[in-house]
């Protein structure tokens, strides 16, 4: 791939871990059950989590929310049972009492659960679609350190954007406050053509990872692809087509290639969720999984190179 070696050269960027291991591979992964839409309990989460292993051989899973469907009081335990880990992602905007509800419930998880929980996000995509302000973020972001660092000090606590929301400056502020970053980058929301989708997809994100450096003026940083992947299903987007020969190849060269780069990544995301609405006439939220609702793989998820 020497289009990713021109980019590294030109930016003088640091990959994390060039000298070392692979990255570690993550999935997100829903909350509710596909069939009825109800709140996964511990014993679902145990079957999903032994699926990924058994697929992906990842160990390492991202939710979004941490009281709704009390969703980390279920998880935790689950993690532990199987001998996972999770990044775990606190909703902060809605009603006015949400944000100290999904705080309370991941400074109880990490009572218990300290040694699952690989890290904590505040937010996702709040800057992305306007929700919030970098400062305000940057403030919750702090909020949530307090009380988080009372019972689990070692534990990070970031946020998860869009990469062009930290390329750009807009997330300066909860990067400088920020242990942990999450990039998303997705090629087929660049309306790539599949032909270049890993040059779109690596390039997005070694923009985000330099930047995040150069606020944190350092290049030894936490930082993870927070979400990536190519949909087998939906709607052309520009260039963009999604299918299952699309999304076997963006996984293969994609997301195995920055993974043997050193770079840690979460794939979004584990299952199909097919209950998801359309939006703008394009059904393509509800075609990410990399399995299907009955947890079988749509192509080979093994990485040769990791
Ligand atoms: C491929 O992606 C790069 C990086 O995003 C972009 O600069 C370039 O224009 C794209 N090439 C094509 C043919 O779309
Ligand atoms: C998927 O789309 C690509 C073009 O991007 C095409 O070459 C390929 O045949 C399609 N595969 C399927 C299964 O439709």
New binding site residues.
């Given amino acids: 791939m020497p289009s990713i070696i021109s980019i590294v050269k030109a930016s003088l960027l640091v990959l994390p871990a060039l000298a070392s291991a692979s990255g570690t591979l993550g999935v997100a992964l829903g909350i509710h059950k596909v069939n009825d839409q109800t709140c996964k309990t511990t014993e679902d989460f145990i079957a999903d989590l032994k699926t990924i292993k058994k697929e992906t051989g990842s160990t390492v899973v991202r939710i979004y929310t941490t009281s709704q469907c009390k969703a980390i009081a279920s998880l935790a335990p689950a993690l532990k049972a199987t001998g996972s880990k999770a990044i775990v992602g606190l909703w902060p905007t809605g009603t006015d009492t949400i944000f100290m509800e999904e705080t309370d419930a991941i400074v109880d998880a990490l009572k218990s659960y300290a040694d699952q929980i690989l890290g904590v996000t505040v937010g996702s995509e709040h800057l992305y679609r306007k929700e919030l302000t970098g400062e305000q973020l940057s403030k919750m972001i702090e909020t949530v350190q307090k009380r988080t660092k009372e019972v689990a000090p070692n534990v990070p606590v970031g946020f998860a954007d869009s990469w062009n929301k930290i390329q750009d400056g807009t997330a300066d502020p909860a990067v400088a406050q920020s242990d942990l970053v999450l990039a998303n980058a997705f090629s087929y929301w660049?309306g790539?053509?599949i032909n270049?989708g890993t040059?779109?997809f690596v390039?997005?994100i070694m923009q985000a990872l330099q930047h995040v450096q150069t606020i944190k003026k350092k290049t030894n940083v936490n930082f993870w692809v927070g979400e990536t992947n190519w949909p087998t299903g939906g709607k052309d987007f520009e260039?963009a087509i999604p299918n299952v020969t699309n999304a076997a190849r963006y996984w293969k060269e994609a997301i195995c290639g920055i993974l043997a780069w050193g770079v840690d990544t979460f794939v979004f995301e584990a299952f199909d969720e097919p209950w998801k609405p359309a939006e703008k006439n394009n059904d393509v939220e509800r075609h990410w999984g990399i399995m299907d609702i009955n947890g079988k793989p749509k192509f080979d998820l093994k990485c040769p190179n990791v």
């Fill in positions: 660049q790539q053509e270049n040059h779109s390039d997005d260039k």
